[in-house]
């Protein structure tokens, strides 16, 4: 007999949305909430609403405020981009989060270094002077 198929609610489009938002993928959520990609699954399209504890992971996970993925108060979200290559970036940008403080620290001296860096100076084709 095929699953009886619920309405979606509005705290699974929310859900979903906010973590497209961020970049995840049901298992990456999954991962860091510390659940499976099925309850996400689920929670995601069916009728029903996770339990208190599971929303505050959730919230956790998705760097929110729990009033927020609930709906109590307006997404601040926004989406990184529809460009893939942009989305790859975000993804990895976030894998930081879970080097130790000393590993983040690196990372953000190395890109303010890149960022930060004097532009490159022209280089002069042979024979070329300087004036000229």
């Known amino acids: ?62 760097q929110i405020a729990t009033n927020e993925l609930l709906g109590v108060k307006p997404r601040r979200v926004q989406p990184v981009s529809e460009d893939p290559e942009a989305r790859r970036q975000w993804k990895r940008f976030q894998l930081i989060a879970s080097l130790p403080e000393r590993g983040q620290k690196a990372v953000v001296r190395l890109i303010h270094s890149f960022v930060g860096a004097a532009p490159a100076r022209r280089t002069r084709a042979p024979g070329e002077r300087n004036g000229r």
């Open 1 to 62: 007999m095929p699953r009886k198929k619920y309405p979606e609610t509005s705290f699974g489009k929310r859900l979903q949305q906010i973590r497209k938002a961020r970049g995840l993928t049901q298992v990456q959520l999954a991962e860091a909430a510390g659940t499976t990609q099925r309850a996400i699954s689920y929670y995601e399209t069916e009728a029903g609403f996770p339990p208190a504890p599971a929303i505050i992971d959730l919230a956790r996970a998705l």
